[in-house]
């Protein structure tokens, strides 16, 4: 039986059309690799060199913190003492809540609890494989987001229950650097996490930043851009992360209410907010939800824009980018409004 494991870094595209070199700032760039993908930071002005190198501390502080395959993580903790309230931190709270407003909102299609069924799947391991239905049916009788319990500072999962904050945690991050860089002095920078991209400000020249979106069906190429200020815009696609057995591909975004890749219609959801944090979730659920629920999540619940890339060839943007978006590629543009 053959296997192919394939995972795709995923880094959207920044297309910088700069000032001319004698009157650009200063600008301070690092970067990593950290939560499985390689980040990138760039801040320009005043105190950028100080922003950056905090920043940067803050990624593998994080990282450590929220790590389900880390044993001292505060996720692992909470995973290991699952019937028991484990105290944490106000970033590991905060990614529960939103995670579970975004788990009520869309009935489940996004569930951090869903951690069995990853592990079992093995993605991003050299373990993956298509497990048996006895198997998933087991692993998703331990799936519980509605008994997840928080206080002011405290977490409790039900018994049994394991949680990852893998399809949140680059959300959180971006939002929690890009705060870190405002409240330093930096008015523009930009901060590029795989498939999660979060400005603050504008360019140094004044213009707003153009972020790539790239096409699931050609990832060397993209498909539009989005003009943002102080907006994140999150990608997620069934082509970042897969693997192939006997000729047939699975990608990681598991369908909790099946247990397996989520069949939606969906090549990629990208999200534009103001939140990172919720830009993240929500990518994951719409993906999920396919396109007319993701839509509708979208009119009951606003607070975002969305750009839905369809198995058979159309792009469908929300109403709100109508000033923003550029398509690129062949798609069929369609908008959708209230």
């Known amino acids: ?25 200063k600008s301070v760039q690092s970067q990593i690799f950290a939560m499985d993908t390689v980040m990138s930071l760039t801040a320009y002005g005043k105190n950028s060199d100080e922003a950056v190198k905090a920043a940067t501390g803050e990624i593998n502080r994080l990282d450590k913190m929220l790590s389900a395959n880390d044993a001292d993580s505060e996720v692992s903790k909470i995973n290991a003492s699952s019937g028991s309230f484990v105290t944490v931190s106000g970033a590991v709270l905060r990614q529960i809540a939103v995670a ?3 788990s009520d909102r869309s009935g489940g299609a996004f569930d951090i609890s869903i951690l069995p069924l990853v592990e079992l799947w ?20 331990k799936l519980n987001y509605r008994g997840i319990e928080a206080t002011d500072s405290s977490v409790r999962i039900p018994q049994g229950t394991k949680i990852t ?14 705060e870190l860089f405002k409240g330093m002095g930096v008015s523009s920078a930009i901060v590029s996490l795989g498939g999660n991209v979060q400005a603050v400000g504008v360019k140094p020249d004044g213009s707003k930043w153009r972020v790539a979106v790239q096409d699931p069906n050609d990832t060397a190429k993209f498909l539009g851009t989005v003009e943002i200020a102080d907006l994140a815009v999150v990608t997620s696609g069934g082509y970042q992360r897969y693997f192939e057995e006997n000729g ?6 598991l369908d909790p209410k099946t247990g397996r890749p989520a069949e939606s219609g969906l090549s990629s959801v990208t999200i534009v907010c103001a939140d990172g944090t919720l830009a993240d979730a929500l990518s994951t659920a719409l993906f999920v939800l396919g396109e007319d629920g993701a839509i509708e999540y979208w009119r009951s619940y606003g607070g975002f824009e969305a750009i839905l890339v369809t198995n058979d060839g159309r792009v469908v943007v929300t109403e709100g980018l109508k000033s923003s978006f550029s398509l690129s590629g062949s798609y069929k543009l369609q908008y959708a409004g209230k």
Do not use: W
């Open 100 to 102: 579970k407003e975004v």
């Open 1 to 25: 039986m053959k296997r192919k494991i394939i995972i795709f870094l995923n880094v959207l595209l920044i297309i910088a059309l700069g000032t001319s070199c004698s009157s650009k700032p």
């Open 165 to 178: 904050l893998a399809a949140i945690a680059k959300g959180y991050t971006s939002q929690h650097l890009c």
């Open 122 to 141: 093995g993605f991003g391991t050299d373990k993956a494989h298509v497990p048996s239905n006895g198997e998933i049916s087991e692993a998703m009788s």
């Open 248 to 253: 047939v591909s699975y990608h990681h975004i």
